[in-house]
């Protein structure tokens, strides 16, 4: 299946772009992932969700070019979510080819059991300080249960690191942490493109997640989000090819418009603290009212990442009292 706004082939004298775009439902719109050609080389930046639809949009794309996975040379990542490293395995099963990522994501990946129960334990501590009670803990026992249970899901193949400002396949890498601390965009500076995987969407805001780099720290992700904006608005105006949605080709007002959303949003919770609301949990159920037991994890992150935001700009101060975080105007 291919979304009818998507062009067949993009050339360049870099290299050739076949968009593979898999339509969803959910408010995503699409699963895209990238077949790009330059040189000897086929590359697949991403590799989309496990899914037979998306299995069926590469087989077609490949197809109608005259390819075939054996002329795969290689997956770039834009970071490890589930929905952009779906096909790896089924791919490099039969087709052995090195998949190149940033460092963070490899254990990520690799579902490295130390790794995982180190992650575990950095939510049960940042649930707790969060003050989120029961709530909470049935999210410390579903990550447990996950943990077994996707264990299966591990990804085998040769995985390469990359890093910010190396060169791959003519591609740029810049590191873009904030969605995910692995996350990379490649910019092709020749036709001046940039896969920026879930850093920008056109339709809908992509969500700063909280997680531990591989130490067991905690990175302030919206800002390094924020960061990360700020550094793709250091290129002119490339034309960006989401993870999701539409293509963007003014992405400098859409970071603008994403900037401008998460200062009225802290502008939000700063109300609601002068008024008393002192937890992120209580702010969480505040401001998310049904959305927060629907979407927990997501709500947190939301709310630590913009209570991160408030304080790195000095409108709030925090304290810790009887093991939980308290927050106040300064
Ligand atoms: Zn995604």
């Known amino acids: 299946m291919r979304g009818s706004d998507a062009p067949m082939a993009l050339s360049s004298s870099n290299g050739s772009l076949y968009p593979v775009i ?31 639809s998306s299995w069926n949009a590469l087989e077609e794309v490949l197809q109608e070019n005259n390819f075939h996975i054996k002329d795969l040379t290689a997956i770039l990542l834009t970071h490890h979510h589930v929905d952009h490293v779906g096909l790896i395995n089924r791919i ?6 090195p998949v190149f990522i940033h460092p963070e994501g490899i254990p990520r990946l690799r579902r490295n059991p130390d790794f995982m129960e180190r992650r575990i334990s950095f939510f049960e501590t940042l ?9 909470g803990k049935e999210q410390i026992s579903y990550l447990r249960e996950a943990k077994e249970k996707n264990a299966g899901q591990a990804i085998e193949a040769d995985l390469q690191p990359i890093r910010e400002k190396e060169e791959i396949f003519g591609l740029q890498v810049i590191e873009t942490p904030g969605h995910a601390p692995d996350q990379v965009a490649f910019y092709d500076h020749v036709s001046d493109r940039l ?16 997680e531990p780099d591989t130490s067991g720290n905690r990175p302030q992700s919206l800002l390094e989000h924020m960061a990360s904006y700020n550094k793709t608005l250091t290129l002119d105006s490339p034309l960006v090819l989401p993870g999701h949605g539409e293509f ?4 400098h007002s ?11 949003k802290a502008n939000q919770l700063r109300l609601l603290i002068q008024n008393g609301t002192r937890t992120a949990d209580a702010l969480a159920r505040t401001f998310y009212a049904k959305r927060y037991n629907e979407q927990f994890p997501l709500v947190m992150s939301e709310i630590i990442g913009h209570l991160d935001y408030l304080e790195t700009n000095g409108h709030i101060y925090t304290f810790k009292k009887d093991g939980i975080l308290l927050y106040d105007l300064t």
Do not use: M, W
Request: charged share 25%.
């Open 248 to 251: 963007i080709k003014d992405h």
């Open 92 to 97: 490099t099963e039969d087709h052995p080819i």
């Open 254 to 264: 859409l970071v603008r418009k994403r900037e401008k959303e998460i200062a009225e």
């Open 22 to 52: 898999v339509p969803t439902k959910s408010s995503l719109k699409s699963f895209n992932f990238y077949l790009y050609q330059t040189g000897d080389s086929l590359v697949l930046i991403d590799a989309g969700i496990n899914s037979s």
């Open 127 to 135: 649930y707790k300080e969060a003050g989120c009670g029961e709530r």
């Open 195 to 210: 896969f920026a995987g879930d850093l920008l969407i056109s339709h809908i805001s992509s969500n700063a997640l909280i």
